[in-house]
């Protein structure tokens, strides 16, 4: 294998810039290992990355992507950890959306023998950080009441198990009653889909939660921050109500919205027993040493493998782009580059 495949964009703001290219590949370098990919894993932030909405998003031409599971072709002459053959799921600060990822070892776990490599692809990121948000940050206890925002979706879901299996009862938000049904049927009693006037909701049913994990923001945020019992915690990582509709933001309605955020008065948090806690995973790219810690965290909890809503071609990845932004997806949307692959 010579050749490979990969998709670009020479730079953000437009989605449409996003063009399928064919390359060389490099020579290996002696402290990587080469992955021939089976399947990449969309998330959220490709969409902001590829609108620029998304403060990490590199200058000029990038590769978007954040983690992907193959197949090792082959070793540099430093690396020992893996071999040709293995199946590997990994992270990557950018540049997944390829057929061929050269990569460090340490970026690399070895794929359950169990998983499809769909599966794989669909783990790291969104579960990394519904852990780190639900334990680190969170700090969640056995028997407390937790709010999980987009509860269907690719962090929602993972985080959903993941307070179960830690004992605790998650209460799931989603945007339709489509989803509400899903979910349901998975076994997660405690489902609401969200109203226009989501404090009036809450307020009605008289909920109140211990933490809260939020990627929504306005004032879907604002009633989850009221509605915590004091000690409770706000978790935020995202904000989906910036999502452009279209391919290129509407900045005037970005600007509004921006305007109109939530702001957190610490005076207030502070005589209400309240807090506010806010991360962006991708910063722990340059943290190795914090990555494998929280992945050994992980695998102490033994996990099912995460939920493949919808498989796409490595072809068709405008197509999966589009359905994830529209909000409509459920579970995690994954691009696979064997031929054979059929729309789902
Ligand atoms: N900070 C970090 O380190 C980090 C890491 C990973 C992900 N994230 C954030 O976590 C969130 C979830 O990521 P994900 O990849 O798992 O995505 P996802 O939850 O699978 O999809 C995003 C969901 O957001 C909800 N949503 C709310 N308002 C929306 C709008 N205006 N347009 C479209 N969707 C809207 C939709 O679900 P409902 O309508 O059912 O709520 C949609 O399905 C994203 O905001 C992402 O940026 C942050």
């Known amino acids: 294998m010579s050749t490979f495949r990969y998709w670009q964009t020479h730079r953000a703001g437009n989605m449409a810039r996003l063009t399928l290219h064919t390359g060389n590949l490099p020579a290996l370098a002696d402290n990587h290992v080469r992955i021939k990919v089976h399947a990449v894993g969309l998330n959220f932030a490709d969409i ?39 199946r590997v799921m990994g992270v990557t600060r950018f540049g997944g959306y390829t057929s061929v990822i050269d990569s460090e070892p340490d970026y690399l776990i070895p794929l359950p023998v169990e998983w499809d490599y769909a599966q794989g692809a669909a783990w790291p990121a969104q579960t990394l950080t519904a852990w780190y948000a ?14 999980i925002h987009s509860a269907a979706g ?13 004992g605790a009862r998650p209460t799931g938000t989603v945007g ?21 006037d989501f404090a009036g909701q809450l307020q009605r049913d008289k909920r109140h939660f211990d933490l809260v994990l939020d990627a929504i923001g306005g004032k879907v945020q604002t009633a989850s921050f009221n509605a915590l019992n004091p000690m ?10 910036f999502t452009p509709s279209h391919n290129r933001p509407n900045y005037l309605k970005a600007a509004w919205r921006y305007l109109r955020r939530p702001r957190y008065d610490v005076m207030e948090m502070i005589s209400s027993n309240r807090s506010v806690l806010a991360f962006n995973l991708i910063w722990l790219w340059e943290q190795k040493g914090k990555m494998q810690a929280l992945l050994k965290e992980l695998e102490a909890i033994a996990q099912p493998p995460p939920h493949v809503g919808h498989r796409f071609a490595f072809k068709d990845a405008h197509e999966a782009l589009a359905l994830l932004r529209s909000g409509q997806s459920v579970g995690k949307v994954v691009l696979e580059t064997a031929p054979e692959t059929i729309k789902s």
């Open 48 to 86: 902001f990355a590829l609108t620029g909405l998304y403060s990490a998003t590199p200058q000029g031409a990038f590769t978007p992507g954040l983690e992907f599971a193959g197949e090792v072709l082959e070793t540099g002459a430093q690396t020992h950890e893996f071999a040709a053959g293995d």
């Open 134 to 147: 639900l334990t680190h940050l969170g700090a969640l206890q056995a028997d407390q009441q937790v709010l």
């Open 154 to 166: 690719g962090v929602g879901l993972q985080a959903m198990k993941l307070v179960e299996a830690l």
């Open 176 to 196: 339709n009653e489509e989803k509400a049904v899903w979910l349901r049927q998975q076994g997660f009693e405690d489902i609401l889909v969200r109203e226009a």
């Open 232 to 241: 409770g915690r706000l978790v935020v990582f995202g904000a989906a109500e």
